[in-house]
């Protein structure tokens, strides 16, 4: 038997020019999903001002990210990713969830710390800001942690246990990407890039294993080709709008 084709149509968020890519997380993450599972599929960036009707008449009063798989319409970004994950299975597609249960949430409210930091309108000297700041480093810890620490099959049974091992992982499951990355890496780009730009706020120096990764992330196709230009994260929050392209 012939192998069956897929029909995947992924909207995403478009960006200030309304036909460029988005800042937006959740379209990015949908958006590597299918890129790592190596499938033929179309992008449609969707301007949420002005959604055209034939994409209104099929995903009623939903905002971007949606998908259309096979004709079935999901907007629902985790039972998106369950759907994918559930269809495009192996032998032909990558499996893309973790192999350790951790990795699924490391990090989970990170994102969250953020946008509360972004949100404060008042005096940058105000302890309330300090306070803020605290909890994103604290979260951000955590992160750094996981990723210095050894998984499981990295531990090397035979190695001096005076010396405390450090993780050389590229990834937060192992050396190849998961689900965990595609949620993670577009939220940590949108801090750095953010964060440098309109808040003051640089993710520390001290984070090591945040700054390995992003770095490793940088150096991946699937995470640059589908992230938007650093203009649009800064116009996201508040900056200048870029030039047109």
Not at 52 to 79: A, H, R, T, W, Y
Not at 89 to 109: A, E, F, Q, T
Not at 174 to 182: I, K, L, R, S, Y
Request: hydrophobic letters at 30%; aromatic letters at 8%.
């Amino acid at each position: 038997l012939s192998e069956r084709k897929h029909i995947i149509n992924l909207f995403i968020k478009a960006g200030s020019d309304r036909e460029c890519v988005g800042c937006c997380p959740f379209s990015q993450r949908l958006f590597m999903i299918l890129w790592l599972k190596g499938v033929v599929f179309q992008v449609t960036t969707v301007d949420k001002a002005t959604v055209p009707k034939n994409i209104s008449d099929i995903s009623p009063g939903c905002n971007p990210p949606f998908l259309i798989f096979n004709g079935e319409v999901l907007n629902d970004i985790q039972k998106c990713e369950d759907f994918i994950e559930a269809e495009l299975y192996p032998p032909r597609y990558p499996k893309l969830s973790c192999k350790h249960p951790n990795s699924n949430n490391i990090g989970s409210d990170i994102f969250a710390k953020f946008s509360a930091l972004a949100k404060f309108k008042g005096n940058p000297n105000d302890p309330k800001r300090q306070g803020m700041v605290n909890k994103l480093n604290n979260e951000l810890s955590k992160l750094n942690n996981y990723l210095n620490e050894p998984l499981d099959d990295e531990i090397d049974e035979g190695s001096d246990e005076s010396e405390p091992q450090k993780s050389t992982r590229k990834f937060v499951d192992g050396n190849t990407m998961t689900m965990a990355d595609c949620n993670l890496m577009p939220k940590l780009n949108m801090i750095r890039v953010a964060g440098r730009e309109m808040l003051n706020y640089e993710i520390p120096c001290k984070f090591d294993g945040i700054h390995r990764y992003l770095n490793t992330a940088d150096a991946t196709d699937e995470f640059t080709q589908t992230c938007p230009d650093d203009g649009e994260i800064v116009w996201t929050y508040g900056g200048r709008k870029p030039r047109p392209k």
